[in-house]
């Protein structure tokens, strides 16, 4: 049982370049989530995806795209980045949608764009 | 509007002594509270959460966290530091009329535990 898994661990782009960061789950959650996290503000939401087949807008969706491809498995997508885009991003899965269960994180990848 | 607020950027503790890292928060309704931790270069692990019941809620590590509703907040304490404790914790709050989607998360309090 690896939990939430997450490639690349480390990317650097350049202005302009388009990437797909991977995030897949193997505790048979319904909803998970992309934050990203930058100094001095915590966590932010970008997308999450209550269940398999939906996805619905965070805090800060613009700049990204996402895909629940099947239950296990939620991509962010970057089609333009920006160096605004550099964070560290956190994807997390849940189990069920109401508010008590506890979200799982993966690892992280660290995204540099210049 | 949701809201968390830990008011320390970094908290110094000797090792053995008591630890407090605090977290305030403003959200309509029932508060759902968590504390997470990093460690470095890792994803965050659940600590604790309050849903209802008692105010003192004991969690992993031997950390406990009090809910004081009158004052919206959700301090996070260890009777005894470890220096193993030393990490970043983030306090958050999920409104229990927000369909359950949308944590809020503080922007993290690095603790510091010093042999």
């Known amino acids: 049982n690896a939990g939430v898994t997450q490639t690349p661990k480390f990317q650097v782009l350049k202005t302009g370049q388009s990437m797909t960061l991977q995030c897949a789950q193997d505790m048979n959650h319904n909803s998970m989530y992309w934050y990203r996290q930058d100094p001095g503000m915590g966590l932010r939401l970008i997308y999450y995806s209550a269940s398999e087949g939906t996805t619905d807008k965070g805090e800060v969706p613009n700049g990204y795209n996402v895909s629940r491809l099947n239950k296990r498995e939620f991509s962010l997508r970057l089609e333009s980045a920006a160096p605004s885009q550099t964070s560290v991003y956190f994807c997390?899965?849940?189990?069920?949608?109401?508010?008590?269960?506890?979200?799982?994180f993966g690892p992280g990848t660290r995204l540099l764009v210049l | 509007a949701q809201s968390v607020a830990q008011p320390e950027d970094q908290v110094n503790v000797a090792e053995g002594n008591p630890l407090t890292v605090k977290c305030t928060y403003s959200v309509s309704g029932n508060p759902y509270l968590f504390w997470y931790v990093q460690y470095p270069n890792r994803g965050l692990q659940f600590l604790l959460k309050y849903i209802t019941g008692d105010n003192l809620v004991k969690g992993s590590y031997g950390f406990e966290a009090e809910f004081n509703k009158s004052q919206t907040s959700f301090h996070l304490k260890k009777p005894s530091a470890l220096v193993s404790d030393s990490a970043l914790y983030f306090c958050?709050?999920?409104?229990?009329?927000?369909?359950?989607?949308?944590?809020?998360f503080g922007a993290g309090t690095r603790l510091f535990v010093k042999a």
């Open positions: 997390a899965s849940r189990n069920g949608q109401g508010a008590l269960e506890t979200q799982y």
């Open positions: 958050a709050v999920r409104g229990a009329n927000t369909g359950g989607f949308k944590t809020i």
